[in-house]
Structure formats: structure tokens, C-alpha cells
């Protein structure tokens, strides 16, 4: 038992010791310490979490890795997506310009035929 004393002398084993900070590791395994983080790096990513997240580094964390690995769509290929779009629209409009617009009552006759080809 004398051998199981702290170097210190206060009592504690040194397996107690070890055992309080797993316990306290155990109980923070949602928990995630860094090292080695830029101090610019840190800034942005802190001033990321309190902007879009409301200070939550945990789901600022997982947004991120989720942007990365592909479960949510980075904004290029959200602007991609909408530019494609756009350009589906633009060409359905340039081909209507192409044939021509006729404008028409309810009844089906038409009141004036619009062309746009330069006429």
C-alpha cells in the first residue's frame, strides 16, 4: 500500500489519480481538445462558430466535416446548381423569342403575334 503514495506525499494512489482523469475523459467523450492550431486558424474558426452557429464549436465542427466529406453540398455546388438553372431558363426564353410570342384571348383568337428577331 506505502508504495501505491504519490511521490508527493499526499495519500492518493497513483491508480486513483489515473483513475479520477479516465473518469473525468470518460465523461467527456463528446468532448475534443487541439493542439497545434494556428492562432489565425483559431480566430477565424471561433469568429466561423459564434457567426453561423451561435458559439457552438460542436456543430460548427460537424457542419464543416460534413461539408468536406460530401453530406452537405458546398456552396460552388450550390451556385453551380442555380447557374444551370438560370441557363435552362434563359435558353427556354431565347427559344420562345425565336418562334415568336402570340398573344390570344380566352376564347383562342389572336390578338397580335410579337416577333423578336431583330423585326
Do not use: C
Amino acid at each position: 500500500m506505502e508504495e501505491e503514495k504519490s511521490a508527493s506525499g499526499n495519500g492518493a494512489s497513483l491508480d486513483s489519480k489515473t483513475m479520477n482523469v479516465l473518469g473525468r475523459m470518460v465523461g467527456k467523450e463528446r468532448s475534443l481538445v487541439m493542439n497545434q492550431v494556428p492562432v489565425e486558424t483559431k480566430r477565424e474558426f471561433v469568429s466561423f462558430a459564434n457567426e453561423g452557429f451561435m458559439g457552438n464549436y460542436g456543430f460548427a465542427l460537424k457542419w464543416l466535416v460534413d461539408l468536406y466529406t460530401g453530406s452537405l453540398p458546398s456552396k460552388n455546388g450550390v451556385t453551380q446548381a442555380v447557374l444551370e438553372d438560370h441557363e435552362v431558363r434563359l435558353q427556354k426564353l431565347e427559344s420562345q423569342k425565336e418562334r415568336g410570342n402570340v398573344i390570344r384571348t380566352l376564347s383562342g383568337k389572336t390578338i397580335v403575334e410579337v416577333k423578336r428577331n431583330g423585326t
